[in-house]
């Protein structure tokens, strides 16, 4: 392959890492609201209205409907064909990518992307009740799941390998900071019993609970939360985990210079600023940084290996010709 074609298979590749790993997020996200709703025993449309925020989709969400009740958000962030970033129109991004690089992957990675949109696409419409939708979503987590194991056990770890990985960790560690956005922005507002709700709700949504128990060894705060889900360096879905893979897969890569400088900064302002004593504004607005700083990596990748822009050759040029003196 020419390297215009396999820096189309790198991005293909990037993407397919990233919608995976979107769409299993994004149901994280919506379970946890469920059940925060519940367990508070919240009727109105508050929370709901929060999700849309924090996940960037307010504005266009209020172009296709007038409340941001349960049912309107979740139909939005399930099946809405007009929101890209549904978990139905996130997993048909994957199959899309997943179909036009199955040449470097194993032969069924297609058709376990493409049940898994299929099934999803039916298990996620209607309108869902509590249970039903609890069902839905962690059958749909527990399949992407699987088949990222497959791939890691089954596919070449070699380049299009390692951006499939830093899609999958550089959009991992942005929905982590959205579930903390989500769980513990604002809960030092609340009293003590729903503060325990939502800190627990932000550590299930990231299968965190046990292993927060195993490493902190403490009874759950905001400050030991935030620490363990920004900071842990071995919990797999905390951002700075995240950051250190993603760094160990893009120095495989070769021309990371560039890449490689944004992640390091990111890594430096997880490891020198302590945003667990931040008020809620000021982790608000440390979270919205972090977010941005992700999102100049990703730039920093694309503009490096996605971007390709063949070298046009030089035309040959005659040597000059010098003007002959005229001989007096």
Not at 158 to 163: E, G, H, Q, S, T
Not at 284 to 300: C, K, L, P, R, V
């Amino acid at each position: 392959m020419n390297r215009q074609t396999l820096s189309k298979t790198a991005e293909r590749a990037y993407w397919l890492g990233r919608y995976l790993e979107r769409a299993e997020n994004t149901a994280r996200l919506l379970a946890n609201e469920s059940d925060l709703a519940f367990e508070l025993g919240r009727s109105d449309d508050e929370g709901w209205h929060r999700l849309l925020t924090i996940t960037g989709s307010a504005d266009a969400f209020a172009d296709s409907y007038d409340v941001p009740s349960r049912r309107n958000v979740i139909k939005y962030m399930t099946t809405d064909a007009t929101n890209p970033s549904s978990i139905v129109a996130t997993l048909h991004a994957a199959r899309e990518n997943a179909r036009t690089i199955r040449e470097v992957m194993p032969v069924v990675t297609f058709e376990y992307v493409n049940d898994l949109w299929r099934e999803s696409k039916s298990s996620l419409s209607g309108n869902l009740s509590a249970r039903r939708l609890a069902s839905a979503l962690r059958e749909q987590r527990e399949r992407t799941e699987q088949l990222e194991g497959f791939l890691s056990a089954n596919m070449l770890h070699d380049a299009p390998w390692n951006f499939l990985r830093i899609g999958c960790f550089l959009e991992r560690a942005d929905m982590t900071s959205r579930i903390i956005d989500n769980g513990v922005v604002g809960v030092r507002q609340l009293d003590l019993v729903s503060q325990q709700v939502r800190l627990r709700g932000a550590l299930k949504a990231m299968t965190a609970l046990q292993n927060y128990s195993a490493e902190v060894g403490q009874p759950i705060s905001r400050a030991g939360v935030l620490k363990f889900l920004l900071g842990s360096t071995s919990l797999p879905r905390s951002v700075t985990r995240c950051v250190n893979s993603l760094r160990r897969s893009l120095g495989d890569l070769p021309r990371h210079d560039k890449a490689m400088k944004t992640v390091n900064s990111l890594r430096r302002k997880l490891a020198q600023e302590d945003a667990s004593e931040l008020a809620g504004p000021e982790l608000s607005a440390y979270i919205d940084e972090i977010q941005q700083m992700i999102g100049i990596t990703h730039n920093a990748i694309s503009d490096t290996y996605f971007h390709f822009k063949p070298r046009l050759r030089r035309a040959s040029r005659s040597p000059k010709k010098t003007a002959k003196k005229e001989i007096t």
